[in-house]
């Protein structure tokens, strides 16, 4: 078995184990085809650097890496939510990313996006893709002026 081919089967056990814990309906297969939807949109077959905003514990990021969608990653969330991301799950990703040798091109940042962008910007951070999966439910409902009333 050689190293690609290992590297998928371990992606595919852990992912399997997670989704179980999680009671969630996701598997390596399913982020396969979401990498082949992105590269349909695109047109493009690999990126540089992609960012995944609300990147949870990272499975897709660490796959795109791991297949050479990407040739890094940078995944952001804030790890903290009861019902969302806890960050143990962040560190058991990044124990399996370094497992597979991917530690120098998979990293996380445990934080918010505004507490991110402020630095990356400042830093002069450059991205070829920008993902935002799984992230509107996050954003606040805006009340009409019905409703205040």
């Given at each position: 078995m050689n190293d690609g081919e290992v590297q998928i089967r371990v992606l595919s056990e852990m992912i399997r184990k997670w989704a179980h814990s999680k009671k969630a309906f996701?598997?390596?297969?399913?982020?396969?085809?979401e990498i082949a939807l992105w590269k349909k949109l695109t047109g493009i077959h690999q990126v540089r650097r992609i960012l995944e905003i609300g990147s949870g514990?990272?499975?897709?990021?660490?796959?795109?890496?791991?297949?050479?969608?990407?040739?890094e990653g940078v995944g952001v969330d804030p790890a903290f939510?009861?019902?969302?991301?806890?960050?143990?799950?962040v560190r058991t990703?990044?124990?399996?990313?370094?497992?597979?040798?991917l530690s120098d091109r998979v990293h996380f940042r445990i934080c918010t996006l505004a507490d991110f962008l402020p630095k990356a910007l400042f830093e002069g951070e450059r991205y070829d893709l920008l993902v935002f999966r799984n992230t509107l439910h996050?954003?606040?409902?805006?009340k009409r002026k019905s409703q205040i009333l």
């Open positions: 996701i598997t390596f297969d399913a982020y396969l085809q514990s990272g499975w897709f990021l660490t796959v795109a890496v791991a297949l050479g969608f990407a040739e939510s009861e019902e969302g991301t806890h960050i143990d799950e990703t990044e124990s399996v990313i370094s497992r597979l040798d996050h954003i606040p409902t805006i």
